[in-house]
């Protein structure tokens, strides 16, 4: 059964940090695109930022451009979300998805075209 682990979340204060993990089963997962989203109560989930299959092309949202980086290790099947500077407005569950699809290069940020997704992880940012 495919699954997307996402671990790191919590509590943190204005302009401080949090490191986000997502751990798939399967050794298919590092052939994959792998992104991550973030959803905030009463709002669509968005897309925040993605990583293609060997970390060669990334792309963010505008609006973590800059303060958030995305990363992976393939021979640890993990994936990362480093978050700096973080704000109250990145409050939001985060998810850790991957789109199926062997050596994947070409990065979207579109959610329907993800496949798989973990369950999530709360990252609350207070003022």
């Known amino acids: 059964q495919v699954q997307l682990v996402e671990s790191g979340g919590g509590l943190v204060q204005a302009g401080g940090s949090l490191r986000l993990s997502c751990a798939p089963s399967?050794?298919?997962?590092?052939?994959?695109?792998m992104g991550w989203f973030r959803q905030a109560p009463g709002k669509e989930r968005d897309f925040v930022a993605g990583?293609?299959?060997?970390?060669?092309?990334?792309y963010y949202s505008d609006s973590v451009k800059g303060r958030f980086t995305i990363s992976r290790d393939n021979a640890k099947n993990m994936v990362f979300l480093q978050m700096n500077s973080l704000k109250p407005e990145d409050t939001a569950g985060y998810y850790c998805?991957?789109?199926?699809?062997?050596?994947?290069?070409?990065?979207?940020?579109?959610?329907?075209?993800?496949?798989?997704w973990g369950q999530g992880t709360q990252v609350t940012v207070s003022s």
């Open positions: 998805a991957a789109r199926r699809g062997l050596f994947g290069t070409v990065v979207r940020p579109n959610r329907d075209e993800f496949d798989y």
């Open positions: 399967g050794r298919a997962f590092s052939t994959f695109v």
């Open positions: 990583i293609s299959w060997n970390g060669a092309s990334t």
